[in-house]
């Protein structure tokens, strides 16, 4: 029964959220020497978010960064460098500037 209450609060509200992923690709190292890419999992946006960050991530981070919704996966976006990055130290530093710019940019609007 609370499964089944939980269902139906949780419908009731609304609120779906869509999962964030970032995708970094980087050019030198890896297992052949030729780059290879880092990936983190990025939590969780609610999904009245998705247009925005789809459409203004590359304004708000001066073309650095794009997202994509995915075509297979429901309800998931995935934040990737527009150019990649030379390292795996300088992929791991892209993923934290783009979770920062867009949680940034999430919390103000949510404000």
Avoid: C, P
Wanted: hydrophobic share 40%; proline share 0%; no cysteine.
């Amino acid at each position: 029964m609370k499964v089944l209450n939980l269902a139906i609060a949780f419908l009731a509200t609304g609120v779906i959220a869509s999962r964030i992923k970032y995708y970094m690709r980087f050019t030198e190292g890896g297992i052949d020497g030729n780059g290879s890419s880092k990936d983190k999992a990025g939590g969780k946006i609610d999904d009245k978010h998705d247009d925005d960050v789809v459409n203004k991530m590359g304004e708000w981070s001066d073309n650095k960064y794009k997202a994509v919704k995915s075509g297979i996966v429901r309800n998931l976006i995935t934040i990737s460098l527009v150019k990649d990055v030379r390292t795996i130290n300088e992929a791991v530093d892209a993923i934290a500037d783009a979770q920062h710019i867009l949680h940034s940019h999430i919390n103000e609007a949510d404000d």
